[in-house]
């Protein structure tokens, strides 16, 4: 029998830029096919042509054993393809409800739409994904990323597609929630569902797929059973080169007790953060652990002057920060690097000088004029020094790479050479050699005296990267962990049985697994 999808010897080019050139892949029905390479392989482009988004230059899809082009995704999803693309298509103002039946409510016996029952299906489609914990009736603007992106998952599989495909559909979910997501698409793979799963988590990649065709410059480099490749194997398929050690090696550690660059002291704010107090030394790497949602992201927040109604006292340099104002934050010297750079972290339309540029406008302006030749220089200064793959300054940035606007983002804050840095999952959704040249660049930036305070979903992470990394529950930091101490198994231990006493927090916490 031939695949059920399979696209062959696809060419797609975008100006000067070459982003397909001869790729192919081909995925069974009830088979799990992961679809691998760095950013800027093409994964992404090749699922745009698969779906309808985007029309091949050359070569052909074929569905069924039947070449076929979709004229839209509409046209796409008639028949069964149905993606879940990187950048969310959720309405953010609609309820979950509203979303997840777009373009299909139940109708009355007059026509009209039928909320009630709406809702309904709606609840019992996120009871049968695992998903129960999601309120059908909230506004999509007011879930945190993870549940939007579970309402994503969820809007697709409730169009009972045959071919499912997954772009990053897990990157921003917590370990318990791709347990659930994966148990949705076994059990949609056992009933013939083919699905397509991209995803820079290697363990996400074995643990869930049959194959995996790996992408190179948009090319297409090989195709292997999952079980039998190993991890340098593939990494190599993808990069074209061994992969080096990991995480860079860790200095010799700091003395923090008279060089802390920021001092926190009993940071509260609601019920959210209960008496923080934390430090992050010269040339030192302060790690935030524990269950995702324990108040982590609202600490990088409240320190970054985001929310109003923060108590306690925040000292930069030993000088007082004003709280609740971002920008006294960035004049103290502090920068945040958001866990969504889509929204919070970049402006999609505008291009990459203008990004990289924003956090530091004042110094490329004359009598309030930006300069084009200053922000020009800064951002090809930026592009160097990060390796940022673009095809020029005035690219917008929305057409950059996931990893290569993780750069933009960081390098807007580069530019403004603050003292400390707030990193929120910076490595999220983007690909193994991104990633290793994020961890350098953390490292370079201790070893110029600057400090980071850094949270991550993936433990790897705190173990390889961090100096010290502090276990957050409800809101309060509850142990810290250093050394020999900092281990996969003693952050676990922390996040789910801690008993011990709350590190400024003066309670103690009981948590549950």
Not at 112 to 138: Q, V, Y
Not at 219 to 239: K, N
Not at 300 to 309: I, N
């Amino acid at each position: 029998m031939p695949p059920l999808l399979a696209a062959t010897d696809i060419a797609k080019r975008f100006g000067g830029v070459v982003a397909l050139d001869g790729a192919a892949v081909a995925c069974e029905a009830g088979e799990i096919h992961a679809l691998l390479g760095e950013n800027g392989a093409g994964k992404s482009t090749m699922v745009k042509v698969l779906c309808g988004v985007q029309p091949p230059d050359a070569g052909e899809v074929l569905y069924d054993g039947r070449p076929i082009a979709f004229r839209n995704p509409a046209a796409a999803a008639a028949v069964g393809i149905v993606p879940v693309f990187q950048e969310l298509s959720l309405i953010p103002d609609l309820s979950v409800a509203q979303n997840l039946f777009m373009g299909r409510e139940p109708r009355s016996r007059i026509g009209l739409i039928d909320g009630r029952r709406m809702r309904r299906d709606a609840a019992a489609l996120l009871a049968e994904l695992g998903f129960a914990g999601i309120n059908p009736a909230a506004t999509v603007r007011d879930l945190p990323l993870a549940e939007r992106q579970l309402v994503e998952i969820a809007k697709a599989v409730g169009r009972k597609p045959r071919v499912l495909i997954l772009d990053e559909a897990t990157s921003a979910l917590t370990a318990r929630q791709v347990e659930h997501v994966f148990a949705v698409v076994r059990r949609l793979r056992d009933a013939g569902t083919a699905v397509v799963f991209i995803s820079h988590r290697m363990d996400e990649v074995r643990d869930l797929c049959d194959r995996a065709t790996v992408f190179r410059d948009g090319t297409h480099v090989g195709t292997v059973a999952v079980d039998g490749a190993s991890h340098e194997q593939i990494v190599r398929m993808m990069i074209g080169r061994a992969l080096r050690e990991v995480f860079p090696p860790r200095p010799v550690p700091v003395e923090t007790a008279s060089e802390a660059l920021l001092d926190v002291r009993e940071l509260g704010w609601g019920e959210a953060l209960r008496g923080v107090s934390l430090t992050v030394g010269r040339g030192e790497i302060v790690g935030l652990a524990g269950l995702d949602g324990q108040g982590q992201g609202d600490l990088l927040f409240a320190l970054f002057g985001v929310y109003a109604g923060v108590t306690g006292q925040v000292l930069l340099r030993r000088r007082p920060v004003r709280l609740g104002d971002p920008r006294a934050a960035m004049a103290a010297g502090l920068a945040l690097v958001p866990e969504d750079r889509k929204t919070q972290g970049l402006i999609l339309p505008l291009s990459v000088s203008n990004n990289v540029t924003l956090a530091t406008l004042p110094r490329i302006a004359r009598r309030g004029v930006v300069s084009p030749g200053a922000e020009r220089a800064a951002t090809l200064t930026m592009r160097d020094r990060l390796a940022i793959k673009t095809a020029g300054p005035e690219q917008p940035v929305r057409f950059l790479s996931g990893g290569n606007q993780q750069k933009v983002s960081i390098a807007k804050w580069l530019l403004a050479e603050p003292s400390v840095f707030l990193l929120h999952d910076p490595t999220r959704g983007i690909d193994v050699g991104a990633k290793q040249e994020i961890y350098a660049l953390m490292r370079a930036l201790t070893a110029q005296g600057h400090g980071v305070l850094f949270f991550s979903t993936d433990l790897s992470e705190i173990v390889g990267l961090c100096d010290r990394a502090l276990v957050m529950y409800e809101g309060a930091v509850v142990r810290e962990l250093a050394g020999d101490d900092l281990t996969d198994a003693n952050l676990v231990s922390a996040a789910v049985g801690v008993t011990e006493t709350a590190v400024g927090g003066g309670q103690r916490a009981a948590a549950t697994a």
